[in-house]
């Protein structure tokens, strides 16, 4: 599996503070997503990025933010948490294979808390 | 991408084969089939992919119909390690650039001693 870590990998925060999670990955891929995941849901996209400082939005990005000013870093921030982030937070990224084939490697988890 | 659907839950004996449908009927010609599968607590891992053919790794087995409307994973001998949910995603072309995956609900596989 490439090498993504997620930092922190849980936290609990109060409502309408910041909070910033940390994707690294060093496999030099250029695709990152961020995703979350409750129960119920399934893993819904939040935001991704195409390379370094190119991002789009995904399916639920109201609230959330996002920066990459180097391959290797993804940082997903909330601007003033709410109770509905309460999640878990997946990292992914990927790139395409000798085969010409686009797979993509998740990271493992960040429990996000929002009391 | 084409929506899919997968019953909510299985289970499967220890050393025996587990076979997962997934319905894509409405899939496009330029659209893989995409497996993924989610062990507790753990981020997704990649199973296996096809486009027509029916495929094989050293995980699973992948087999499409004709019409491509279904298809099934085979995990041919299934142990306990393999409780998980699995996820079939329908993705369009891998020359297009590495699309975000679209999950769905999945399929609770449980396997039972």
């Known amino acids: 599996d490439a090498g993504i870590t997620q930092s922190p990998r849980h936290k609990v925060t109060e409502t309408g503070t910041p909070v910033t999670l940390r994707c690294h990955q060093t496999?030099?891929?250029?695709?990152m997503y961020w995703y979350r995941q409750d129960p119920g849901h399934g893993l819904r996209l939040i935001h991704y990025s195409y390379g370094v400082k190119d991002t789009d939005k995904g399916e639920v990005s109201d609230g959330y933010s996002v920066s990459r000013s180097k391959t290797e870093d993804f940082l997903l921030t909330l601007e003033s948490a709410t109770s509905s982030q309460t999640s878990v937070y997946f990292c992914?990224?990927?790139?395409?294979?000798?085969?010409?084939?686009?797979?993509?490697?998740f990271g493992p988890g960040t429990r996000l808390t929002v009391t | 991408d084409a929506k899919t659907t997968q019953p909510p839950s299985m289970d499967c004996a220890e050393g025996r084969a587990a076979n997962l449908p997934c319905n894509h009927s409405t899939i496009s010609g330029n659209e893989y089939v995409y497996w993924y599968r989610q062990i507790h607590s753990q981020g997704p891992q990649y199973i296996i992919h096809?486009?027509?053919n029916n495929e094989t790794n050293e995980m699973a087995s992948l087999i499409i119909t004709e019409d491509r409307k279904s298809s099934t994973l085979i995990l041919p001998h299934a142990t306990l390690r393999d409780t998980a949910v699995y996820y079939c995603i329908v993705r369009v072309a891998p020359d297009s650039g590495n699309t975000p995956l679209v999950f769905g609900k999945g399929t609770r596989l449980s396997v039972i001693a």
């Open positions: 992914a990224t990927g790139d395409r294979d000798r085969y010409l084939f686009y797979e993509q490697y």
């Open positions: 096809g486009l027509k």
């Open positions: 496999e030099n891929h250029r695709y």
